[in-house]
C-alpha cells in the first residue's frame, strides 16, 4: 500500500504513537502534535486516532492543508472563512451563521474566535476533534505566523473558559516546530503532547514482512 493506510488494512502496523494518540484525543481540551519525515505514516495515524474519538462520541473536524486550493491560501480573510464554513458545516449547524459573524469590521481571527466561542462551542455539546493535516503547506503563505498564534490562542483559552475544554487540536507537521514559527510562545507546536513517529523495531518489520507473505 501507497499513502494514507486506510483503516482496515491488514498491513497497518501499530507503534506507541497509536496508543499514545487514541488517550490523548478523548481527554478534555488537548492540544497534540505528530511530527515525522515524509512517508512515515503521520497521516495514517491521524486517521486512526479521529476514528477512534469519533467511536467515542466526538465530532470530527479534518481538514488536509494539500488540498486547499491556491487561491484560497492568498489572504487570511479568505482561508479563515473558508476553515469557519468547514467547521460549521462538518458539525450540521446553521452555515448563516458564518456570514452574520463575518460582518463588521473586526480581523477575520477575531471573527472566527467569535464565531467558535458565541456559536460553534454552545451549540455542541459533544467533543471536537479539529485535525489539520499536513500544516507545513501554510508556510507558503504570509500569514502563517498569524494563523499558528491563533491556534495556541485557542489552546490558552482552556484556562479562561471552560467552553475550549470541548474543543481538541491534532496538527500534523513534518517541519521541526521551531521553523514553523521564531516566537515559542505563540506556537501551538511545543504545548500539549507532541509525538514523534519513530522508525519499525526489528519485530514491527518481522510482523510486516509476514503480513506480505514472507517476500
Known amino acids: ?95 448563516s451563521e458564518v456570514e452574520n459573524f463575518w460582518q463588521g469590521s473586526l480581523g477575520s481571527q477575531d471573527k472566527l474566535t467569535y464565531l467558535m466561542e458565541d456559536y460553534v462551542l454552545p451549540e455542541t455539546d459533544t467533543p471536537i476533534i479539529l485535525a489539520l493535516d499536513e500544516v507545513d503547506r501554510l508556510l507558503q503563505t504570509p500569514f502563517h505566523t498569524d494563523f499558528f498564534a491563533l491556534l495556541r490562542s485557542w489552546h490558552n483559552s482552556r484556562a479562561l473558559d471552560e467552553q475550549w475544554d470541548n474543543f481538541n487540536m491534532v496538527l500534523v507537521i513534518s517541519t521541526e516546530p521551531y521553523l514553523l514559527i521564531d516566537d515559542v510562545n505563540q506556537s501551538p507546536f511545543n504545548v500539549g503532547l507532541k509525538i514523534y513517529l519513530e522508525d519499525f523495531d526489528e519485530a514491527q518489520v518481522h510482523d510486516l514482512n509476514q503480513r506480505h507473505g514472507l517476500p
Not at 28 to 48: D, E, F, H, M, N
Open 1 to 95: 500500500p501507497g499513502g494514507v493506510v486506510k483503516l482496515r488494512d491488514t498491513f497497518y502496523i501499530e507503534r506507541q504513537a497509536d496508543a499514545q494518540l487514541r488517550r490523548e484525543v478523548v481527554k478534555a481540551g488537548t492540544t497534540t502534535t505528530i511530527r515525522a519525515s515524509r512517508q512515515t505514516g503521520k497521516s495514517s495515524l491521524l486517521v486512526r486516532g479521529v476514528n477512534h474519538a469519533r467511536q467515542n462520541g466526538a465530532k470530527v473536524v479534518s481538514l488536509d492543508l494539500q488540498r486547499v486550493d491556491s487561491d484560497r491560501l492568498a489572504t487570511p480573510d479568505l482561508f479563515l472563512r473558508d476553515l469557519a464554513e468547514l467547521i460549521v458545516r462538518k458539525l450540521r449547524l446553521d452555515i
